[in-house]
Structures are given as structure tokens and as C-alpha cells.
């Protein structure tokens, strides 16, 4: 098809669907790149091959005992760029586009090559159970990353970043070669809950322009199951119905739908966030709950490192519980614990039991489920502001890291002091106020999700927002303000 045969033209159909947001497919170079045969490809196969290269570089790198890890993993390409660059602007992306990342990731590639090699071979490839669509196992996997950040400094260690990389590519190809639909995404993608429920207000969105196309379609060829092993133009990956999309959560926006639909009813909206439009659960799954509570204690561990003060504040139960216990070796787990279980349960018992008092729920694992999914978005801004204290913290060492990958002699030299550090890109007083902003954001946006979600029953879900927002405020606002 060429540039000019593009169903870029919507007329009254588009005048319709204009309450979701400006349609990027009118854009000429938009609609171009969405139906190229190599889209997403050709973006996944340039990631996959810079993915393989970063694990290789990362192999067999550990701190030199005379540089402190905190500083090495600035140093050093790999951890820089996967923990330092990466990891803070996928937040964001998330936050703000969705799953956007996904369209482009190059672990969908690889799962997606072997599930083709699979069913050439005649492997007899499974459907996801409930418990892995569920997304049970990626709470684990979670988990499991952000206790090895605590007890090992995963991201301290170039080596152990390599195997944390090169475990991703075995898990993708594993799930692609034995499970089929998109599986890895779906049901073993260690960030697929972080970017569905991140991403479930994100400005971007596919969506049909409107309604009649779709319901007069006789050949329904985004669902057709016959079309989901072609290489382009393929029905849903993910198993969705893009006539009916009303969510972010699952959708990956990799624009096969775009490229299947005969009439040209799909559409690249670019809208506000959190749209009124879209779908809200009142309760949230059991693993979404897990998953949130979780990041929650990720998040404000996180927080906390930022403001030395505070943090040994936070900190000093599990210090003195490894002591106590003579554990001294093993206290960045026990602080794991702490920071991962301890301290969420015990912040969300209380926020619940707030709602259980107001009558918002009738027990609290009830007030849980209903607090996770709005709470999430409270807890994305504040992700969000940590991403940004440490991206502009992290990112003027890029330039080191480049002419000494390895980050051994420039992390030696730093230590040294015969190497100036790079200065920051912002003043922490800047990150500071940008941060109030975004912490802010987050509890107009949440108070916003409560009501839309819960209806009459949101006034009990206020007094928990209002509460752990102010603890958010307080710590971004010492981070430049009482240090």
C-alpha cells in the first residue's frame, strides 16, 4: 500500500470519534510508519541486537574493591544505561504514552520469532492458564528484582545485570517456543504489570474512530484467529478486541489492528491523560493488590535514599534487626523485607483500615482491592519523581561511561578525586519543586480515579490519599529543602 492509498481521511467518522483525543493517523508520516510492513520490527531488531550487546559488555564486571558500587554503577555503560537512563524513562513513558514501550520492545521480537520457530517444528505450544494471565507470576518475578536490588545491588553490578538480561532473553524465548498468543507479554514480562498499571491513563491510545464501521464489518480480520500467525496485519496478538477497546492495561500499541482493518477504523489517539472514556474497575485482581503494594515500598524506599537523613530514619528497624540477630552480612535482605512486605503491609493496614472505619469497604483485604488501582497512579507520579531525581543525577556521567565502558579507571579516578564528577543536570532544589508538582498531579489524579471508580462511596477513599500524598510531599520537599 502506498503512502497515498493510506486511509488517512475520516470525514464524519473521524468528526465522531474526535471526544478521544486528536487522531494521529491524519498525520501523513504517522500513518506511514504504522502500516509499514516493518513496523514494529525493524525498531525491535536494532533494540535486540543493542540488548545482546549491553549483556556481553556486562559479563564478568564487578566493582574494583578501591570504588564504592554507588559510584561504579554510574561509571560503567551497562548499569548506567539499563538502571540509570532506562529504567527512570520507562516510568515516564508509561505514565504518560502507555504501553509504548512494549510496541517497541525488543523481548516481544524474540518471543515472537520463537513461537513462529515453535509451530514450524510442531511443538505442541500451550494456552496461558488463569493463573499466568493473571499476571501471579510476574508479582513474583517483581518481586524478586527488587529484593536482588536490596540484598545483592543488582544494579550495582555489571555481572549481575548481564545475568539479569540474558535471563529476560531465555524467559522471552522459553515462553515464545512453548506458549503461544503473545505469552511472554501476558503472562512472564517481569514489567508487565508496572507498565499496565502505570500506563492504564497514558495519552496514547488505539481506539476505532467509530462505532458503525466496526459492528457493519463482515470479515472482522483484527480478531480473526486465521490471522493471528501472519507477519503483518495481523488480528490482536494480545487476544483483545479493538473494536471494543475502552482500556491501556493490555493493550500493547503495536498497531496491527491499524494494518488489518479493511475499513480504516482504528485509530492512534492522542488524548488526555486518565480520560473520563475509559474503563475503571471498582476492585482490583489479587495480583494488580500485590503488585501495587509492592512497588509501593519500591517506591518509597526510593524516596527515602534521596534525603540521607530520613532514610537512616527508615532504615533503622531492619538495621537493628540484622545486628540483633548478628545478620550484619545479610542486611541489605532483611532491609528488603522491610521495605518490600514489612512497611507496605503495615502502611496499607492503617490506609484501609481508615476506609473500613468510614464504612468504604466492609473489611479491610475488601479495602485493599478497592484503594490498589487509583493508589497506583498516586504512586506512578512519585516513581515518576524519583526517576527524574536520579536521571538528572546519573545521566552527566554518560559521556565518562563512553570512552570507558568498563568504568573501571574512570570510577577509580572519581574515587580518587583526580577526575572531577560531572555536575547534575538540575539543582536538587529544581528536581525538588518539580517533584511537589508531580506528587501533586498524582493526588488530583487519584482523588479523580476514587470518584470515578468508587462513586459515592470515594469520600472514604480521601482521607487515605490525602494522607500518604502529604508523607510523598514531605520527602520530596526535604530533598532540596532540609539537607
Given at each position: 500500500?502506498?503512502?497515498?492509498?493510506?486511509?488517512?481521511?475520516?470525514?464524519?467518522?473521524?468528526?465522531?470519534?474526535?471526544?478521544?483525543?486528536?487522531?494521529?493517523?491524519?498525520?501523513?508520516?504517522?500513518?506511514?510508519?504504522?502500516?509499514?510492513?516493518?513496523?514494529?520490527?525493524?525498531?525491535?531488531?536494532?533494540?535486540?541486537?543493542?540488548?545482546?550487546?549491553?549483556?556481553?559488555?556486562?559479563?564478568?564486571?564487578?566493582?574494583?574493591?578501591?570504588?564504592?558500587?554507588?559510584?561504579?554503577?554510574?561509571?560503567?555503560?551497562?548499569?548506567?544505561?539499563?538502571?540509570?537512563?532506562?529504567?527512570?524513562?520507562?516510568?515516564?513513558?508509561?505514565?504518560?504514552?502507555?504501553?509504548?514501550?512494549?510496541?517497541?520492545?525488543?523481548?516481544?521480537?524474540?518471543?515472537?520469532?520463537?513461537?513462529?520457530?515453535?509451530?514450524?517444528?510442531?511443538?505442541?505450544?500451550?494456552?496461558?492458564?488463569?493463573?499466568?494471565?493473571?499476571?501471579?507470576?510476574?508479582?513474583?518475578?517483581?518481586?524478586?528484582?527488587?529484593?536482588?536490588?536490596?540484598?545483592?545491588?543488582?544494579?550495582?553490578?555489571?555481572?549481575?545485570?548481564?545475568?539479569?538480561?540474558?535471563?529476560?532473553?531465555?524467559?522471552?524465548?522459553?515462553?515464545?517456543?512453548?506458549?503461544?498468543?503473545?505469552?511472554?507479554?501476558?503472562?512472564?514480562?517481569?514489567?508487565?504489570?508496572?507498565?499496565?498499571?502505570?500506563?492504564?491513563?497514558?495519552?496514547?491510545?488505539?481506539?476505532?474512530?467509530?462505532?458503525?464501521?466496526?459492528?457493519?464489518?463482515?470479515?472482522?480480520?483484527?480478531?480473526?484467529?486465521?490471522?493471528?500467525?501472519?507477519?503483518?496485519?495481523?488480528?490482536?496478538?494480545?487476544?483483545?478486541?479493538?473494536?471494543?477497546?475502552?482500556?491501556?492495561?493490555?493493550?500493547?500499541?503495536?498497531?496491527?489492528?491499524?494494518?488489518?482493518?479493511?475499513?480504516?477504523?482504528?485509530?492512534?489517539?492522542?488524548?488526555?491523560?486518565f480520560p473520563r472514556g475509559d474503563a475503571r474497575e471498582s476492585m482490583a485482581s489479587w495480583p494488580v493488590t500485590l503488585f501495587v503494594?509492592?512497588?509501593?515500598?519500591?517506591?518509597?524506599?526510593?524516596?527515602?535514599?534521596?534525603?540521607?537523613?530520613?532514610?537512616?530514619?527508615?532504615?533503622?528497624?531492619?538495621?537493628?534487626?540484622?545486628?540483633?540477630?548478628?545478620?550484619?552480612?545479610?542486611?541489605?535482605?532483611?532491609?528488603?523485607?522491610?521495605?518490600?512486605?514489612?512497611?507496605?503491609?503495615?502502611?496499607?493496614?492503617?490506609?484501609?483500615?481508615?476506609?473500613?472505619?468510614?464504612?468504604?469497604?466492609?473489611?479491610?483485604?475488601?479495602?485493599?482491592?478497592?484503594?490498589?488501582?487509583?493508589?497506583?497512579?498516586?504512586?506512578?507520579?512519585?516513581?515518576?519523581?524519583?526517576?527524574?531525581?536520579?536521571?538528572?543525577?546519573?545521566?552527566?556521567?554518560?559521556?565518562?561511561?563512553?570512552?570507558?565502558?568498563?568504568?573501571?579507571?574512570?570510577?577509580?579516578?572519581?574515587?580518587?578525586?583526580?577526575?572531577?564528577?560531572?555536575?547534575?543536570?538540575?539543582?536538587?532544589?529544581?528536581?525538588?519543586?518539580?517533584?511537589?508538582?508531580?506528587?501533586?498531579?498524582?493526588?488530583?489524579?487519584?482523588?479523580?480515579?476514587?470518584?470515578?471508580?468508587?462513586?459515592?462511596?470515594?469520600?472514604?477513599?480521601?482521607?487515605?490519599?490525602?494522607?500518604?500524598?502529604?508523607?510523598?510531599?514531605?520527602?520530596?520537599?526535604?530533598?532540596?529543602?532540609?539537607?
Amino acid at each position: 500500500m502506498s503512502v497515498s492509498e493510506l486511509p488517512i481521511a475520516r470525514s464524519d467518522s473521524f468528526d465522531r470519534g474526535r471526544s478521544q483525543g486528536y487522531d494521529l493517523l491524519r498525520l501523513r508520516p504517522v500513518a506511514a510508519l504504522m502500516h509499514w510492513v516493518g513496523f514494529p520490527y525493524f525498531f525491535q531488531a536494532i533494540l535486540l541486537v543493542f540488548f545482546v550487546g549491553l549483556a556481553v559488555l556486562a559479563s564478568g564486571l564487578y566493582p574494583p574493591e578501591d570504588v564504592p558500587g554507588r559510584l561504579y554503577a554510574k561509571t560503567n555503560l551497562v548499569t548506567l544505561l539499563v538502571w540509570g537512563l532506562w529504567w527512570p524513562a520507562m516510568v515516564w513513558a508509561a505514565v504518560l504514552l502507555g504501553r509504548a514501550w512494549c510496541a517497541i520492545c525488543p523481548l516481544e521480537l524474540l518471543a515472537n520469532a520463537t513461537e513462529r520457530l515453535g509451530r514450524r517444528l510442531g511443538v505442541r505450544r500451550r494456552v496461558l492458564g488463569k493463573w499466568l494471565r493473571s499476571g501471579a507470576l510476574i508479582v513474583g518475578l517483581y518481586a524478586l528484582i527488587q529484593m536482588s536490588v536490596q540484598g545483592v545491588d543488582l544494579h550495582r553490578h555489571p555481572a549481575y545485570t548481564s545475568l539479569f538480561l540474558w535471563g529476560l532473553l531465555a524467559m522471552a524465548a522459553f515462553a515464545g517456543f512453548f506458549f503461544k498468543d503473545r505469552a511472554f507479554c501476558r503472562g512472564f514480562c517481569p514489567v508487565g504489570l508496572l507498565l499496565g498499571t502505570y500506563g492504564r491513563g497514558g495519552m496514547l491510545a488505539m481506539r476505532p474512530v467509530a462505532a458503525e464501521p466496526c459492528v457493519a464489518c463482515p470479515d472482522r480480520e483484527c480478531v480473526r484467529g486465521g490471522n493471528r500467525t501472519r507477519l503483518d496485519a495481523r488480528s490482536c496478538p494480545s487476544l483483545l478486541n479493538p473494536a471494543r477497546l475502552n482500556g491501556n492495561s493490555d493493550c500493547l500499541v503495536c498497531g496491527q489492528c491499524v494494518k488489518a482493518c479493511p475499513p480504516g477504523n482504528m485509530g492512534l489517539f492522542l488524548r488526555p491523560l486518565f480520560p473520563r472514556g475509559d474503563a475503571r474497575e471498582s476492585m482490583a485482581s489479587w495480583p494488580v493488590t500485590l503488585f501495587v503494594m509492592l512497588v509501593s515500598g519500591f517506591v518509597v524506599i526510593q524516596m527515602f535514599s534521596e534525603w540521607s537523613a530520613a532514610q537512616e530514619v527508615f532504615l533503622w528497624v531492619p538495621k537493628q534487626v540484622a545486628s540483633g540477630l548478628g545478620l550484619t552480612s545479610y542486611a541489605g535482605w532483611i532491609q528488603g523485607i522491610w521495605a518490600l512486605i514489612v512497611a507496605p503491609a503495615v502502611l496499607w493496614s492503617l490506609l484501609g483500615g481508615l476506609v473500613v472505619l468510614t464504612r468504604g469497604a466492609s473489611h479491610l483485604v475488601e479495602a485493599w482491592r478497592r484503594m490498589a488501582i487509583p493508589l497506583a497512579v498516586l504512586i506512578a507520579f512519585a516513581h515518576m519523581a524519583k526517576g527524574l531525581a536520579k536521571f538528572v543525577t546519573w545521566a552527566g556521567f554518560l559521556p565518562i561511561a563512553v570512552g570507558d565502558p568498563s568504568g573501571v579507571e574512570s570510577g577509580r579516578m572519581l574515587a580518587a578525586k583526580t577526575l572531577a564528577p560531572p555536575p547534575d543536570l538540575l539543582p536538587i532544589t529544581t528536581v525538588s519543586v518539580i517533584s511537589m508538582v508531580l506528587v501533586l498531579a498524582g493526588t488530583y489524579f487519584t482523588l479523580r480515579e476514587f470518584r470515578l471508580a468508587q462513586g459515592a462511596a470515594h469520600r472514604s477513599y480521601q482521607w487515605p490519599t490525602l494522607i500518604l500524598a502529604s508523607g510523598l510531599l514531605f520527602l520530596v520537599f526535604g530533598w532540596g529543602f532540609l539537607q
